[in-house]
């Protein structure tokens, strides 16, 4: 066994491929060295639709079921991301917000919480005289930057009806929270 060292590997044709091992080999890197900038990463949905949300309360989105989790980073028990590896992190989350059939959304609103305080905020505010929607799906993304040790992301959401109960659509994959690491 030797070590091979050198600053710069290249395939002899442009554009070609090179390989490293054969099929089934393992390799291990150094501590330190950047193996992907795509995890930590988790995607949740939620086991049900969250209901006798308040209305026009600004309050906590229960993604409380894991599709997937690299690192086991995300708690579904408190529905909170906290990565312990430092760097940027692309959030997303989207998810219907509803009322009774027979009242209104005059308004929405969705926020991605870093620390336990609003990072982004989106509002929407239906506009309309009369017949205003009894269902609103809301979306938000945003690049957080994690320090790797405390910090952790939420989602937040507030409906304004009519008159009523409220819910957030999280079941069977109508509801997502994720993220994913992009670079440091």
């Known amino acids: 066994m030797g070590t091979i060292k050198t600053t710069n590997i290249e395939p002899i044709a442009d554009n070609g491929t090179v390989t490293l091992g054969s099929s089934g080999d393992q390799f291990t890197l150094a501590t330190g ?4 900038f ?14 006798g949300v308040s209305d026009n309360v600004v309050t906590k989105v229960e ?14 028990s408190n529905y909170r991301f906290t990565p312990t590896v430092a760097g940027k992190y692309f959030i997303y989350s989207a ?3 509803f009322t009774d059939p027979a009242y209104g959304n005059f308004a929405s609103r969705i926020a991605i919480y870093k620390n336990g305080n609003d990072h982004l905020i989106l509002n929407n505010t239906n506009q309309q005289s009369s017949n205003f929607p009894h269902k609103i799906v809301l979306t938000i993304n945003s690049v957080v ?3 790797g040790t405390d910090d952790y992301i939420e989602i937040f959401a507030r409906c304004n009806a009519s008159s009523g109960t409220v819910s957030f659509e999280l079941a069977n994959d109508s509801g997502v929270f994720g993220a994913y690491r992009i670079g440091s």
Do not use: C, R, W
């Open 145 to 147: 930057d994690m320090n």
């Open 38 to 51: 795509l995890y930590p990463a988790f995607e949740a949905h939620g086991s049900s639709d969250q209901t």
């Open 33 to 36: 060295a950047k193996s992907s």
């Open 63 to 76: 993604f409380d079921t894991e599709v997937f989790d690299t690192d086991s980073m995300y708690d579904t």
């Open 95 to 97: 998810f219907g917000i």
